[in-house]
């Protein structure tokens, strides 16, 4: 616990004042495919009072969504409310999710903030919830009835964006490769989006996805995968798919010898993504900024309450991150500190 306020105290000497964002907001809110325009978004200054949020996650098993909490503890911080975190811990458990839900709102809260394990499966929970208290979608996408705001990227061009890294190697008319896919849960929301933007990015190229193996973001479920799929297909060019994956990819091609014949490409970023890169074990990694995504989550939640919502959906520019980018501001809004650990409870200080 003394570690945990240590590292919250230093969140809120680093938090004091916020700067503007620029982020991208689609023409038409809740639709990725209408197009974006780029705007500065200034942040609130202060909460008019301590607000207390209800955050729930799909689950804290990979770094990315570590991220995302040292974001909204860094802006709950700074304008002065309060949270309460709940995990479901993974994308099969949406039951759980949606009892977590409503009773962390039951116990008192002002807004919701819902990183959803399931596009539509949390529809009629969102309506019910939402004629109390507003609900804002953070970073995975959820069908848009109840929901008060969004704040994430578009999946469909996550996944783009990195069979775009594979397709720039290998134009139609080369020759072939073989890609090992490793999409994620099968039934998760974003994951239909974030295939459906790499295939389309590979289909203009000379890559051809020679197996495909969904599965729990967990390291030892995506470790397996990716062992069964080094055995199914035979001379495998590249493996894709969900930073898990990717971590696991770097550890079992060690072990089998395959390092540097077998590419890694991450369709996000975490830390281990980060280090992989900087090692030369991945390729590249598309960055959503997830630090940058929970702060604005929060922010916007305050917003909702106090009934100054101006943009009801927003994001980051999606960048990529490899060993020739400019690291500075891109690491600091994409990975949390490697001494931060998860905190479910946070009271600010005033």
Known sequence: MRAIWFLVFSVLCTTAAADNWRLQNPRIPFDYESGYETAVYQPLKRASQIWR???????????????VNYGMVAEAARLGVAFKLVEAGGYPNLQRQIRQAEDCV???????????????GLTGTVQRISAKVPVIAAVNDIADAGITAKVGVS??????????????RHPKGTPPVKVAWFPGPENAGWVKFVEQGFRSALAESSAVVAVTKYGDTGREIQVRLVEEALDEAQDLDYIAGSAPAAEAAVSVLRARGLQGKVHVVSDYMTHAVYRGVLRDRILAAPTDFP??????????AV?????KLKTKHTGPEIQVFDQSSQRGDMLEQSLAPASFVPVFDFHPQR
């Open 155 to 168: 999946w469909i061009e996550m996944g783009a964006v990195a069979g775009r890294i594979i397709a720039a």
């Open 106 to 120: 039951e116990g008192g809260a002002d807004a919701l903030i819902l990183g959803t394990v399931s596009f539509a």
């Open 53 to 67: 949020l209800c955050i729930a996650y799909p689950h804290l098993k990979d770094a990315y969504w570590l991220s």
């Open 303 to 307: 917003r909702a309450i106090e009934g």
């Open 291 to 300: 630090v940058l995504q929970g702060r604005l989550a929060v922010e916007m």
